[in-house]
């Protein structure tokens, strides 16, 4: 397979345009499943072609880090004073609703459910 995108994307055209080949010949010679197959396939390389082509004419992404202008807010600051009970109450909500989703499992009565 070729290495420049150009010659990967006439690669693409080249296969797709041998299977659409074959699959007129299976399809002259009555064998309708293999022509459908090999017009798939051949449907699949051209798409791919379509996606080298698009990809090769996009221009490249820039990357967040070469922005000097780009700044990330930053996260307020909380007193440890404020943050500790509030990871404690977060703690505990958690803990409960797990607690809870248990003795709600625990509870759901066996005899309703059929084996039949």
């Not at 090769?56 to 440890?80: N, Y």
């Amino acid at each position: 397979m070729p290495a420049d995108f150009g010659e990967i994307t006439a690669y693409h055209h080249q296969e797709a345009t041998r299977l659409y080949a074959l699959a007129q010949e299976a399809r002259e010679l009555g064998c309708l499943d293999e022509a459908d197959y090999l017009a798939g396939q051949a449907a699949r390389w051209e798409e791919a072609a379509l996606e080298q082509q698009t990809e090769m004419h996009r221009p490249p992404r820039q990357v967040a880090s070469q922005s000097p202008f780009l700044t990330l807010p930053e996260e307020p600051h909380i007193h440890p004073l404020i943050k500790w009970p509030m990871a404690i109450v977060h703690g505990v909500r958690c803990g409960a609703a797990g607690i809870g989703q248990f003795i709600f499992k625990r509870r759901t009565p066996i005899t309703s459910l059929s084996l039949r």
